[in-house]
């Protein structure tokens, strides 16, 4: 089991930016693809960004393209995701999240570990 602790979060305006980590313990974090979802107020979870295990594959909801960039550093075992262009539809409790399946070819479509999120506010 893989445990996995969000930071970053906070209350930005419109057009701000936010750097959220993801900071993984308890097993090999650089066997697993990772990812960030969100989840707003009376709304179904949603992807928002994966990454590969090496960092060489990334994949991102069409909402987010252009503006969010996700990495990872394998040696601090934690993931990263750069918001930037934020809009007040952006505003959700963000969650990191690892693979359900080790060493995937290819960024996650499947996850099996959560972290507890961390709640992102934009304002108009």
């Known amino acids: 089991q893989v445990q996995l602790v969000e930071s970053g979060g906070g209350l930005v305006q419109a057009g701000g930016s936010l750097r959220l980590s993801c900071a993984a313990s308890g097993r090999t974090f650089a066997n697993y693809g990772m990812g960030w979802l969100r989840q707003a107020p009376g709304k179904e979870r949603e992807f928002v960004a994966g990454?590969?295990?090496?960092?060489?594959?990334?994949k991102y909801a069409d909402s987010v393209k252009g503006r969010f960039t996700i990495s990872r550093d394998n040696a601090k075992n934690t993931v990263f995701l750069q918001m930037n262009s934020l809009k007040p539809e952006d505003t959700a409790v963000y969650y990191c999240?690892?693979?359900?399946?080790?060493?995937?070819?290819?960024?996650?479509?499947?996850?099996?570990?959560w972290g507890q999120g961390t709640q992102v506010t934009v304002s108009s």
């Open positions: 999240a690892a693979d359900k399946l080790a060493f995937r070819v290819g960024a996650p479509i499947d996850f099996g570990s």
């Open positions: 990454i590969s295990t090496r960092g060489g594959i990334t």
